[in-house]
Protein backbone atom coordinates (compact mmCIF):
# COMPACT_ATOMS: atom_id res chain seq x y z
CA UNK A 1 0.00 0.00 0.00
CA UNK A 2 1.36 3.57 -0.94
CA UNK A 3 1.99 5.88 1.19
CA UNK A 4 1.78 8.38 -1.36
CA UNK A 5 -1.58 11.14 -1.20
CA UNK A 6 -0.73 12.95 -4.03
CA UNK A 7 0.90 11.94 -7.33
CA UNK A 8 4.86 11.81 -7.09
CA UNK A 9 6.48 12.05 -10.66
CA UNK A 10 10.24 12.35 -11.00
CA UNK A 11 9.64 15.49 -13.07
CA UNK A 12 7.57 17.06 -11.25
CA UNK A 13 10.30 17.24 -8.21
CA UNK A 14 12.71 18.70 -11.10
CA UNK A 15 10.26 21.26 -12.87
CA UNK A 16 9.45 22.40 -9.01
CA UNK A 17 12.68 22.33 -7.80
CA UNK A 18 14.76 24.02 -10.67
CA UNK A 19 15.42 27.34 -9.67
CA UNK A 20 16.04 26.64 -6.25
CA UNK A 21 19.11 25.54 -4.10
CA UNK A 22 18.14 21.70 -4.65
CA UNK A 23 17.95 22.61 -8.36
CA UNK A 24 21.04 24.29 -8.34
CA UNK A 25 23.16 21.45 -6.61
CA UNK A 26 21.98 18.70 -9.38
CA UNK A 27 19.61 17.12 -6.62
CA UNK A 28 17.66 14.46 -8.86
CA UNK A 29 14.95 11.97 -7.03
CA UNK A 30 15.28 8.85 -9.19
CA UNK A 31 12.98 6.28 -7.92
CA UNK A 32 9.67 6.24 -6.04
CA UNK A 33 8.48 3.13 -4.03
CA UNK A 34 4.80 2.19 -2.45
CA UNK A 35 6.60 3.67 0.67
CA UNK A 36 10.22 5.30 -0.03
CA UNK A 37 11.50 8.21 -1.97
CA UNK A 38 15.36 8.03 -3.72
CA UNK A 39 17.31 11.02 -4.95
CA UNK A 40 21.28 11.41 -6.05
CA UNK A 41 23.25 14.30 -6.07
CA UNK A 42 27.01 14.69 -7.66
CA UNK A 43 29.80 15.70 -5.77
CA UNK A 44 31.36 18.43 -7.36
CA UNK A 45 33.24 21.43 -7.03
CA UNK A 46 29.33 23.42 -5.59
CA UNK A 47 29.53 20.70 -3.22
CA UNK A 48 32.81 20.41 -1.13
CA UNK A 49 34.60 21.87 1.04
CA UNK A 50 37.98 23.07 1.20
CA UNK A 51 39.37 19.55 1.73
CA UNK A 52 37.70 17.92 -1.51
CA UNK A 53 35.58 15.95 0.53
CA UNK A 54 31.42 16.34 0.73
CA UNK A 55 30.69 19.63 2.88
CA UNK A 56 28.47 18.37 5.44
CA UNK A 57 26.33 20.90 4.88
CA UNK A 58 25.52 19.71 1.20
CA UNK A 59 24.02 16.22 3.13
CA UNK A 60 21.84 18.19 4.81
CA UNK A 61 20.86 19.85 2.21
CA UNK A 62 20.10 16.72 0.13
CA UNK A 63 18.22 15.03 3.68
CA UNK A 64 16.08 17.93 4.10
CA UNK A 65 15.09 18.92 0.38
CA UNK A 66 14.15 14.72 0.02
CA UNK A 67 12.57 14.58 3.11
CA UNK A 68 10.37 17.98 3.00
CA UNK A 69 9.41 16.81 -0.85
CA UNK A 70 8.63 12.99 0.47
CA UNK A 71 6.10 14.69 3.52
CA UNK A 72 4.45 17.28 1.27
CA UNK A 73 3.61 14.27 -1.03
CA UNK A 74 2.57 12.32 1.58
CA UNK A 75 -0.13 14.79 2.53
CA UNK A 76 -3.75 15.61 0.86
CA UNK A 77 -4.11 18.47 -1.62
CA UNK A 78 -4.60 21.84 1.11
CA UNK A 79 -1.94 20.56 3.37
CA UNK A 80 1.84 20.88 3.87
CA UNK A 81 4.65 20.61 6.09
CA UNK A 82 7.24 22.84 6.83
CA UNK A 83 10.58 21.55 8.80
CA UNK A 84 11.57 21.91 12.38
CA UNK A 85 14.55 19.77 13.28
CA UNK A 86 16.60 18.49 11.03
CA UNK A 87 20.02 16.09 12.14
CA UNK A 88 22.69 14.35 10.65
CA UNK A 89 25.61 11.80 11.28
CA UNK A 90 28.09 12.34 9.25
CA UNK A 91 29.78 8.54 8.79
CA UNK A 92 32.18 8.73 5.92
CA UNK A 93 33.95 11.09 3.22
CA UNK A 94 32.97 11.56 -0.03
CA UNK A 95 35.03 12.48 -2.50
CA UNK A 96 34.70 15.06 -5.53
CA UNK A 97 33.82 13.09 -8.56
CA UNK A 98 31.55 10.43 -6.31
CA UNK A 99 27.89 10.71 -6.62
CA UNK A 100 25.74 10.15 -3.39
CA UNK A 101 22.19 8.17 -2.89
CA UNK A 102 19.45 9.48 -0.27
CA UNK A 103 16.87 6.51 0.32
CA UNK A 104 14.41 8.55 2.37
CA UNK A 105 11.83 6.34 4.67
CA UNK A 106 9.06 8.01 7.20
CA UNK A 107 9.24 6.87 10.62
CA UNK A 108 6.11 8.46 11.84
CA UNK A 109 3.58 9.58 9.55
CA UNK A 110 1.28 11.68 11.98
CA UNK A 111 -1.69 14.27 11.56
CA UNK A 112 0.54 16.90 12.87
CA UNK A 113 4.25 15.68 12.84
CA UNK A 114 5.79 13.53 10.55
CA UNK A 115 9.53 11.98 11.19
CA UNK A 116 11.46 11.25 8.40
CA UNK A 117 14.72 9.25 8.11
CA UNK A 118 17.57 9.45 5.26
CA UNK A 119 20.22 7.36 4.50
CA UNK A 120 23.16 8.86 2.22
CA UNK A 121 25.35 6.44 0.57
CA UNK A 122 28.66 6.89 -1.39
CA UNK A 123 28.75 5.02 -4.90
CA UNK A 124 30.27 2.31 -3.36
CA UNK A 125 27.29 1.60 -1.06
CA UNK A 126 29.31 2.75 1.85
CA UNK A 127 26.93 4.73 4.52
CA UNK A 128 28.25 8.32 4.27
CA UNK A 129 25.55 9.95 6.29
CA UNK A 130 22.19 9.23 8.43
CA UNK A 131 20.10 12.40 9.08
CA UNK A 132 16.35 12.33 10.42
CA UNK A 133 13.99 15.37 9.77
CA UNK A 134 10.75 16.01 11.54
CA UNK A 135 8.33 18.16 9.57
CA UNK A 136 5.12 19.90 11.23
CA UNK A 137 2.00 19.67 9.03
CA UNK A 138 0.36 22.80 8.33
CA UNK A 139 -2.67 23.88 6.26
CA UNK A 140 -1.06 25.27 3.19
CA UNK A 141 -1.81 28.59 2.59
CA UNK A 142 -2.67 28.84 6.36
CA UNK A 143 -1.86 30.36 9.45
CA UNK A 144 1.75 31.50 9.77
CA UNK A 145 2.00 31.83 6.67
CA UNK A 146 3.48 28.44 5.85
CA UNK A 147 2.25 28.09 1.73
CA UNK A 148 3.43 26.07 -1.21
CA UNK A 149 6.56 27.35 -2.85
CA UNK A 150 5.37 29.55 -5.78
CA UNK A 151 5.56 28.21 -9.36
CA UNK A 152 9.02 28.51 -11.09
CA UNK A 153 9.20 30.75 -14.06
Known amino acids: ?4 RRPVTLGGFAEKHEATLPGLLGIEVVEVGPDFLRAEMPVDRRHIQPFGILHG ?13 AGAMALPEGETCVGVEVNANHLAPVREGDRVSA ?10 LQVWQIEITRSDGRLSCVARL ?8 GAEGVAEPPATR
Open 1 to 4: MSIW
Open 57 to 69: GGSVVLAETIGSF
Open 103 to 112: LCRPLQLGRS
Open 134 to 141: TTAVRRAG
